[in-house]
Each structure stands twice: as C-alpha cells, then as structure tokens.
Nanobody, 115 residues
Framework: QVQLVESGGGLVQAGGSLTLSCAASVNILSIDNMYWYRQAPGKSRNLVAGITMSGNTNYADSVKGRFTISRDNAKNTVYLQMNSLKADDTAVYYC?????????WGQGTQVTVSS
C-alpha cells in the first residue's frame, strides 16, 4: 500500500511561481515511477511531468521550460516547481505513483492562477 499526500497548492497571479509537494508513505526508491497529473474543470486528467527511479524526467509540451519535477529520497517526497504560471495552469494537481504494476493517487491540491 502506498499513500500519497499533496500540498502546496494555492492562488497565485499569472507570471508567478508555486511549488507542490507529494509525500509518500513508503521509500520512494521502491516506487517505479512518480508523476504529476492535473485536471481542470470540464477537462480530462492529463500528465504534466514524470520521474523515474534513475532520475529520468519527462514533461508535457505545455509546461516544458516552466515546470521542473524533482525528488528528495531522504524525505520520500516528489516536488513540482512551477514558474511563469498562466491561467491555463489552473487545475487540481494530483500525485501519482506506479509500483509493482499497481497505481496510487493522492487526493489532489488546487492551483488557481489569476489573470
């Protein structure tokens, strides 16, 4: 069983920055991959960024150059640093983990970008 808890969401003006955190209940080295997804009202849930145990990362085209995913193994935590935020980034952001073919989701944290 893996429990994921997101934090760091809030309201920010366009052009600002925000950092999200995802704390896992297990050693994240035991997790194959970790991801950030987001879902805006009336929209589907889409992949934002991912990171593997080896440290390889990938990003959606819409956030490349603006968002950075990273991890702190000692804290069992994954981060999403978001810069140059715009209104289209407004969504509920979810932490997601893939471990031994099982998938786990956090409860989500709201990010609202005002224009």
């Amino acid at each position: 069983q893996v429990q994921l808890v997101e934090s760091g969401g809030g309201l920010v003006q366009a052009g600002g920055s925000l950092t999200l955190s995802c704390a896992a209940s297990v050693n994240i080295l035991s997790i194959d991959n970790m991801y950030w997804y987001r879902q805006a009202p009336g929209k589907s849930r889409n992949l934002v960024a991912g990171i593997t145990m080896s440290g390889n990362t990938n990003y959606a085209d819409s956030v490349k150059g603006r968002f950075t995913i990273s991890r702190d193994n000692a804290k069992n935590t994954v981060y999403l640093q978001m810069n140059s935020l715009k209104a289209d980034d407004t969504a509920v952001y979810y932490c997601h983990a893939l471990r031994r073919w099982a998938r786990y989701w956090g409860q989500g944290t709201q990010v609202t970008v005002s224009s």
